[in-house]
């Protein structure tokens, strides 16, 4: 999909290289910062037996009233199944603070959506710039108190 949208927009090599960099930057442990660093859910450091991380990637082709087409890249992180978390305050008290105890049915949900599009070069001999814009964000955090056993 990057490739053949690269060709229909005439990319150099260059400019073709400077759009895969770009979106694959945003598909990896840089594009999970970004999206943990603008959320709630990134004010919770979660732990516990059970603990399951998912993370989901959608990269499609768009047309976002421009021009020409974009691409759009979604970016899905959620974390369930923890039974305990610490907060930054907790944190700064580590030495005498326990993790607060949460329902294994607590998550954190985080979701952002990017847009992609090639700009024309801005000097003879340089390749296309590739913009990159957040156009839809949402995070949960659903922290739910440890059920009490009998």
Excluded: W
Excluded at 27 to 52: H, I, P, R, T
Excluded at 66 to 94: D, I, N, R, V, W
Excluded at 101 to 126: H, I, M, N, V, W
């Amino acid at each position: 999909l990057l490739l053949a949208y690269g060709t229909r927009r005439g990319l150099s090599a260059a400019g073709q290289h400077r759009l895969i960099q770009a979106v694959t930057t945003q598909m990896s442990q840089c594009g999970l910062a970004n999206l943990d660093a603008s959320s709630q859910a990134a004010k919770y450091f979660v732990s516990g037996q059970g603990l399951e991380q998912r993370t989901a990637y959608n990269v499609s082709l768009m047309d976002a009233g421009l021009p020409s087409e974009a691409l759009k890249l979604s970016l899905l992180c959620m974390k369930t199944g923890f039974c305990q978390y610490h907060t930054p305050e907790s944190l700064e008290h580590m030495d005498s603070s326990e993790p607060s105890k949460c329902d294994p049915s607590s998550y954190l949900y985080q979701y952002a959506t990017l847009l992609f599009r090639t700009l024309p070069a801005t000097a003879t001999g340089e390749c296309e710039l590739t913009e990159c814009v957040v156009i839809d964000a949402l995070d949960e955090v659903d922290i739910q108190p440890p059920m009490l056993t009998e």
